[in-house]
């Protein structure tokens, strides 16, 4: 079983709709990391948490510490949304290396 | 600030040849890591760099590969001999060490390596 899970793998939508990725993990963590990859692009950090909420525009990543559970949504969906979202940990409580999720790849039509 | 810079953005060679990939991280940034991503094994933790010093190289494949961070500047990741199963991009990326942890990593744009 993989340290860090991510829900769904792949996701469709339609623009204006609320779009939400799930991220479980199994270790214990300094931070949560949402990170952002478009295709044959570079990846953009998003958010970086540790607990409780953050929102950035139309994005908020929550994080559950006691479930090992965080959540990245999407408000107003819009096509320039699609690419890849990938959820990572950070152990060790310092700069440490990322333990990345597979990834979502979320597509939003017109 | 132009942010982290890798070089090249992408690389072809031949199988056994040497393959130095380049970086350069965010001024002031004292933690420095290296990542491979594949279709099959998605984002890899290769190495990092605390103030200069590999602290955990436990991701490195084999003694193909090696890193070295001469000064807060620089890194460089080598391949020696490259293999075609090698092939991937090559991440790296930047953050800044705190007593408080770490404040977000930047990520530069990646070295796409191909060896034929």
């Known amino acids: 079983k993989n340290e860090v899970e991510q829900s769904p793998q792949n996701l469709t939508a339609q623009e204006g709709e609320f779009i939400t990725i799930n991220c479980s993990y199994s270790v214990g963590i300094s931070a949560l990391h949402w990170l952002q990859q478009h295709p044959g692009g570079g990846i953009v950090s998003l958010f970086m948490?540790?607990?409780g909420k953050k929102k950035h525009g139309r994005l908020i990543a929550t994080i559950n510490i006691q479930e090992k559970h965080s959540s990245l949504h999407i408000t107003a969906s819009h096509p320039r949304d699609s690419a890849v979202y990938i959820c990572a940990v950070g152990r060790g409580g310092g700069a440490d290396g990322l333990t990345f999720g597979k990834g979502t790849h979320l597509i939003i039509q017109p | 600030d132009a942010g982290v810079i890798q070089s090249p953005r992408h690389e072809v060679t031949e199988m056994g040849q040497e393959v130095t990939l380049r970086c350069k991280p965010i001024?002031?940034?004292?933690?420095l890591f290296w990542y491979r991503q594949t279709m099959m094994r998605g984002l890899e933790l290769l190495i990092y760099f605390n103030n200069n010093v590999p602290i955990d190289d436990s991701g490195m494949p084999e003694d193909r590969f090696s890193a070295k961070m001469p000064n807060a500047s620089f890194s460089t990741l080598k391949i020696q001999p490259s293999e075609p199963r090698d092939s991937a991009v090559y991440f790296c990326?930047?953050?800044?060490?705190?007593?408080?942890?770490?404040?977000?990593?930047?990520f530069g744009s990646g070295t796409r390596l191909t060896v034929v």
């Open positions: 001024s002031g940034h004292n933690s």
């Open positions: 990326a930047s953050s800044l060490l705190a007593v408080a942890g770490n404040y977000g990593y930047t």
């Open positions: 948490l540790s607990s």
